[in-house]
């Protein structure tokens, strides 16, 4: 079996993982460092946030050279070195690749924007202005405002879909095509494992530039793109066949590479991506449900409805994957509580397929507390200019926080204040407070992949339904073990085949069962059946 149809993945945010060199920001060396760390959690491979050479308007999204690393991240000897490691560790990397956007001082744009006639005008998507003089149409930025600028020297407008300094690609363009996959192929020559590809869904839009149609339910001073239906900038038929040419580059060299897809899409739209057995497409396109439709309504029935419907419907030749959290998405334990926070671990690492942790989680990381004057996040400034004193939300600053790993100054991420300020609960919440736990957040999360790796039935055993009472979600792995989730409050009980309970979130038990599982308030089971 290929290595990502049952590995787990563990996000870094580079920028606050570790700091190495006192500057107060998260390096590739400081990545390097705690890879032993990394290694006895027991995950199998680690994606990488960008760490490209970048002016960071929005912290390395913003891509000025693919093919380098950016000074305050290291120098690619240092990525070599920790690519090194992270084999000689027998684990596996998968880095980044932002394909959509580069930044607006990428040497390409900066050729696309220096006449009409330039060999790279058709780089970028550019346009007239509309009879007015205003933009083309009336699409919209994720990050607020119209998705498109006048560049007052060529007196046209250039296409961005998240900030001005990000103009799209030109993905119609075979030039700029060939130009990501060389991308492409200088990492992989370099030997990585494979990319997590950056708003796959993203790549192509409308070719009549037509506008979207107004969204019936959107309400004045909610989200500026929420107001159209996105027909003409998501999800176009050609981005599929991009993503098959993308396949085509990772299958031409040798190791099992992959790639993970950013795709927030239904599920009948999300299936596509995975192409198909003779023309397969992404590896793994990012299964957000857990996050977009379990989180808000954390129930045990909400989330076994939001389960069988993905496993329903999965191809039957796909590898499901699922994830609980990342770095655009408020922290897991401050959604869903502490207590609910260790059910939900067990429920990621005991569904089948590829399960993607974010880093901090597993100490139970909660969302940072920052300042009105600390806020960093380019989407949230933005939305901050267009809203006044009304649009002071943090952004994604509060799940990006630096990592907490000791009790003592700026939780050992740094000798220096961060960039980010450290969450003031660090003295309690750090690893190793909680490595000395055996109760501990840190210890279930460790204990669980153990577990997941010596129980055969949890990596490869098909996903089966089980009936459970109202508040517990319970569902076999083949014939061999059973998981049951208490999402309440309450004490529950559950009838099971006899068995031997493998773990509890509490970890405090083990033994036989015989006929009835008997649930603490907010516990989960793994039962091995006889």
Same mark, same amino acid.
């Given at each position: 079996?290929?290595?990502?149809?049952?590995?787990?993945?563990?996000?870094?945010?580079?920028?606050?993982?570790?700091?190495?060199?006192?500057?107060?920001?998260?390096?590739?060396?400081?990545?390097?460092?705690?890879?032993?760390?990394?290694?006895?959690?027991?995950?199998?491979?680690?994606?990488?946030?960008?760490?490209?050479?970048?002016?960071?308007?929005?912290?390395?999204?913003?891509?000025?050279?693919?093919?380098?690393?950016?000074?305050?991240?290291?120098?690619?000897?240092?990525?070599?070195?920790?690519?090194?490691?992270?084999?000689?560790?027998?684990?596996?990397?998968?880095?980044?690749?932002?394909?959509?956007?580069?930044?607006?001082?990428?040497?390409?744009?900066?050729?696309?924007?220096?006449?009409?006639?330039?060999?790279?005008?058709?780089?970028?998507?550019?346009?007239?202005?509309?009879?007015?003089?205003?933009?083309?149409?009336?699409?919209?930025?994720?990050?607020?405002?119209?998705?498109?600028?006048?560049?007052?020297?060529?007196?046209?407008?250039? !296409? &961005?879909?998240?900030?001005?300094? /990000? *103009?799209?690609?030109?993905?119609?363009?075979?030039?700029? #095509? =060939?130009?990501?996959? +060389?991308?492409?192929?200088?990492?992989?020559?370099?030997?990585?494992?494979?990319?997590?590809?950056?708003?796959?869904?993203?790549?192509?839009?409308?070719?009549?530039?037509?506008?979207?149609?107004?969204?019936?339910?959107?309400?004045?001073?909610?989200?500026?793109?929420?107001?159209? !239906? &996105?027909?003409?900038?998501?999800? /176009? *038929?050609?981005?599929?066949?991009?993503?098959?040419?993308? #396949? =085509?580059?990772?299958? +031409?060299?040798?190791?099992?590479?992959?790639?993970?897809?950013?795709?927030?899409?239904?599920?009948?739209?999300?299936?596509?991506?995975?192409?198909?057995?003779?023309?397969?497409?992404?590896?793994?396109?990012?299964?957000?449900?857990?996050?977009?439709?379990?989180?808000?309504?954390?129930?045990?029935?909400?989330?076994?409805?939001?389960?069988?419907?993905?496993?329903?419907?999965?191809?039957?030749?796909?590898?499901?994957?699922?994830?609980?959290?990342?770095?655009?998405?408020?922290?897991?334990?401050?959604?869903?509580?502490?207590?609910?926070?260790?059910?939900?671990?067990?429920?990621?690492?005991?569904?089948?397929?590829?399960?993607?942790?974010?880093?901090?989680?597993?100490?139970?990381?909660?969302?940072?507390?920052?300042?009105?004057?600390?806020?960093?996040?380019?989407?949230?400034?933005?939305?901050?200019?267009?809203?006044?004193?009304?649009?002071?939300?943090?952004?994604?600053?509060?799940?990006?926080?630096?990592?907490?790993?000791?009790?003592?100054?700026?939780?050992?991420?740094?000798?220096?204040?961060?960039?980010?300020?450290?969450?003031?609960?660090?003295?309690?919440?750090?690893?190793?407070s909680q490595d000395a736990d055996?109760?501990?957040?840190?210890?279930?999360?460790?204990?669980?992949?153990?577990?997941?790796?010596?129980?055969?039935?949890?990596?490869?055993?098909?996903?089966?339904?089980?009936?459970?009472?109202?508040?517990?979600?319970?569902?076999?792995?083949?014939?061999?073990?059973?998981?049951?989730?208490?999402?309440?409050?309450?004490?529950?009980?559950?009838?099971?085949?006899?068995?031997?309970?493998?773990?509890?979130?509490?970890?405090?038990?083990?033994?036989?069962?015989e006929n009835a599982l008997e649930?603490?308030?907010?516990?989960g089971i793994i039962l091995k059946?006889?």
């Amino acid at each position: 079996m290929e290595w990502w149809k049952t590995a787990t993945i563990y996000q870094i945010y580079p920028r606050s993982f570790q700091d190495s060199n006192g500057d107060g920001i998260g390096d590739l060396e400081g990545v390097r460092s705690r890879l032993g760390y990394l290694k006895d959690l027991g995950v199998d491979a680690i994606w990488l946030s960008p760490f490209y050479r970048s002016p960071m308007k929005d912290f390395g999204y913003d891509v000025a050279d693919y093919c380098d690393v950016d000074p305050i991240f290291g120098t690619l000897a240092d990525f070599d070195r920790l690519l090194e490691d992270t084999h000689r560790l027998g684990l596996k990397l998968i880095i980044d690749l932002v394909p959509n956007h580069t930044s607006d001082q990428h040497p390409w744009f900066v050729e696309s924007r220096s006449g009409l006639d330039n060999p790279k005008r058709d780089w970028y998507v550019w346009r007239d202005p509309a009879p007015d003089g205003g933009p083309p149409n009336n699409w919209m930025a994720f990050f607020g405002g119209p998705a498109w600028t006048l560049d007052e020297r060529t007196g046209q407008y250039y !296409l &961005h879909q998240f900030l001005p300094e /990000q *103009p799209d690609l030109n993905w119609r363009n075979p030039a700029v #095509r =060939q130009a990501i996959y +060389e991308v492409m192929r200088f990492w992989l020559r370099r030997g990585v494992d494979g990319f997590r590809v950056d708003v796959m869904w993203l790549l192509v839009e409308d070719a009549l530039f037509r506008d979207e149609p107004e969204n019936p339910h959107w309400q004045p001073g909610q989200w500026d793109r929420g107001r159209h !239906l &996105h027909l003409y900038t998501e999800d /176009q *038929p050609e981005t599929r066949q991009i993503v098959g040419e993308m #396949r =085509q580059v990772l299958d +031409e060299f040798d190791g099992d590479r992959m790639m993970v897809g950013e795709i927030y899409l239904p599920y009948e739209r999300l299936m596509p991506y995975y192409g198909t057995p003779e023309r397969p497409g992404c590896h793994l396109p990012f299964n957000f449900h857990l996050i977009t439709q379990g989180l808000p309504n954390w129930t045990a029935e909400n989330l076994r409805r939001v389960v069988e419907e993905y496993q329903a419907s999965l191809p039957s030749w796909a590898t499901p994957n699922w994830v609980l959290g990342n770095h655009d998405q408020h922290r897991l334990a401050s959604r869903i509580g502490h207590a609910q926070a260790r059910v939900a671990a067990m429920l990621l690492f005991t569904l089948p397929g590829s399960p993607t942790w974010y880093y901090g989680d597993e100490i139970g990381m909660v969302d940072g507390v920052i300042p009105p004057e600390r806020v960093q996040d380019p989407a949230a400034l933005r939305q901050r200019g267009v809203a006044g004193d009304q649009g002071l939300d943090p952004g994604r600053d509060p799940e990006r926080t630096p990592m907490q790993w000791t009790p003592f100054a700026y939780a050992g991420f740094s000798t220096v204040e961060p960039w980010l300020p450290v969450n003031p609960d660090y003295p309690e919440r750090n690893v190793e407070s909680q490595d000395a736990d055996p109760f501990s957040m840190l210890s279930l999360v460790r204990t669980l992949l153990v577990v997941r790796k010596a129980t055969p039935g949890l990596l490869e055993a098909p996903y089966e339904s089980y009936k459970a009472p109202e508040g517990v979600f319970a569902y076999l792995r083949g014939r061999v073990g059973l998981v049951a989730l208490n999402f309440t409050g309450e004490p529950k009980t559950l009838a099971v085949p006899p068995g031997e309970i493998l773990l509890s979130t509490h970890l405090d038990r083990y033994g036989v069962v015989e006929n009835a599982l008997e649930l603490r308030p907010h516990e989960g089971i793994i039962l091995k059946l006889s």
